[in-house]
């Protein structure tokens, strides 16, 4: 193909395909797209993850504080102590107190205090719960 500039003329090779320049910058672009995804993807099973690990202590802590709430009130003290509990494949450390309030004034009144803790690939981490229990006049 030649092409007539002025009184110079000048052949010019068809070009096909892309520049070097053009692959590197949608590489760039595709690999900016993909991490993106990526990591959205990886985010959106962690907080799924996070959110039944949540979910699952709460569950332990309803379920030792409706205990607490079966058994007679002379008989409380027998609830303190430490225990692991398994739950939809989560292992959580039951901690419970049993304390009397008498401080404040009132006799016949104990606290009971539940605390729930873990240690997995996902967190590290506690919630608590408290039952207050009254003798039966």
């Known amino acids: 193909m030649v092409f007539r500039q002025g009184k110079k003329d000048r052949k010019t090779v068809s070009l096909r395909g892309f520049t070097l320049l053009e692959i590197i910058f949608?590489?760039?672009?595709?690999?900016?797209?993909?991490?993106?995804?990526?990591?959205s993807i990886t985010s959106s099973g962690y907080a799924q993850a996070r959110?039944?690990?949540?979910?699952?202590?709460?569950?332990?802590?309803?379920?030792?504080s409706q205990q607490a709430l079966r058994v007679p009130y002379d008989e409380l003290d027998s609830l303190?102590?430490?225990?692991?509990?398994?739950?939809?494949?989560?292992?959580?450390?039951?901690?419970?107190?049993?304390?009397?309030l008498d401080e404040i004034g009132v006799s016949g009144v104990k606290k009971l205090s539940f605390e729930v803790s873990w240690e997995d690939r996902l967190s590290k981490g506690s919630r608590g719960r408290n039952v207050v229990r009254c003798k039966s006049w």
């Open 80 to 100: 303190a102590g430490h225990e692991q509990v398994g739950l939809n494949g989560f292992v959580f450390h039951l901690s419970t107190t049993v304390q009397d």
């Open 26 to 39: 949608v590489s760039a672009l595709a690999l900016m797209v993909s991490t993106g995804v990526l990591l």
């Open 51 to 64: 959110s039944e690990l949540l979910f699952t202590a709460d569950m332990v802590l309803t379920s030792s």
